[in-house]
């Protein structure tokens, strides 16, 4: 028999401080970082192709939070989706990451009040409605701190801050660009009471794809959720493993890697494609794959194995 295959290539349950408010992430998420005015196009097109998670920022930088909420209530206007079929994340991106002409609060104010200045801008920016007034309604799948703050006393003050929308606003908490003793701090923390639910980190060697991180988020029920998976991995691309499975498969080299990387367990993959064609053949390729290792076990076994050799991940995960 094969080694044990993933069984969730659709979606997950995130752990959450109340039964009644759990969020389901999809494995894949469509990505709006450099969209620009394409923005709202692009998530519309994103969701009618099948995206059923959006990820974004309250950073103007890079991120177009009010065109990325624009997309989202054309959508559900034109039924394609309800709000409660979506998995809308954004994050709070501390001054650091911000450009101080164009920030959602004040760069001078505190970390708390920074906190609550781009949490209460995100809610207007991600409702539902065209209506200014149903801001009070909305609420955001997850939050994430898009970076760790230059201390871990301030990285805590924030996550204490957002706390205060959970479960209500807020139904999960996470960070990004984040590395093992910063998440271990804020799970431990005794002051802190929501735990970490998500950690969206770049997957490439140069961290040697976060292999012990992702074993301390399997262990705790946080899910990875992988960015830059094709940009920084050009030589994952091209190997062997990626390239037979986009052969057997009849998927692209891209849905390929998209799909050994969850395969390593517990993980959801960001993708930005601008293609809709693309968006569609990527959204199918999981289900492509899992068909593939019912249908040739030891062939997935072998590719699978060799994949993880690749990234260095020995199968504990």
């Known amino acids: ?7 969730v290539w659709d979606k997950y349950t995130l752990r959450g401080i109340e039964p009644s408010v759990l969020s389901v992430l999809p494995v894949f998420i469509y990505g709006t970082a450099w969209k620009e005015e394409r923005t709202a196009d692009l998530v519309y097109s994103a969701i009618n192709a099948g995206f059923r998670a959006v990820d974004t920022a309250a950073q103007p930088r890079h ?8 997309g989202i209530r054309k959508a559900i206007a034109d039924n394609i989706v309800r709000r409660e079929e979506l998995y809308i994340q954004t994050k709070f991106s501390p001054v ?5 002409d164009n920030i959602p609060y004040d760069a001078r104010a505190s970390v708390t009040e920074q906190v609550h200045a781009s949490v209460k801008s995100s809610l207007s920016n991600l409702r539902h409605s065209s209506d200014p007034g149903t801001a009070a309604d909305a609420y955001i799948d997850t939050m994430v701190i898009h970076s760790p703050l230059p201390t871990i006393s301030e990285t805590k003050e924030a996550w204490h801050a957002l706390e205060s929308y959970v479960p209500r606003y807020i139904r999960n908490l996470g960070i990004s660009n ?28 140069d961290t040697s794809f976060d292999y012990e991180l992702r074993i301390f988020c399997a262990e705790h029920q946080i899910i990875y959720q992988s960015f830059w998976t094709l940009t920084a991995n050009p030589a994952l691309v091209r190997s062997g493993p990626v390239q037979q499975l986009a052969t057997q498969t009849g998927i692209s080299p891209a849905a390929a890697l998209y799909t050994l990387v969850m395969a390593l367990g517990h993980i959801a993959v960001l993708n930005g494609t601008t293609d809709e064609r693309r968006m569609r053949e990527d959204l199918a390729a999981p289900l492509a794959v899992s068909n593939f290792t019912q249908k040739k076990p030891e062939l997935w076994m072998q590719l699978e194995a060799e994949f993880r050799r690749i990234v260095g991940d020995d199968g504990s995960i």
Request: hydrophobic share 45%.
């Open 96 to 100: 650091a990451a911000q450009d101080l």
């Open 178 to 205: 984040c590395s093992l003793p910063v998440l271990q701090a804020l799970f431990t923390a005794p002051e802190l009471t929501v735990k970490p639910a998500v950690v969206q980190n770049r997957f490439y060697s």
């Open 1 to 7: 028999m094969a080694r044990s295959i993933p069984k």
């Open 63 to 70: 991120y177009q939070e009010h065109l990325v909420g624009e």
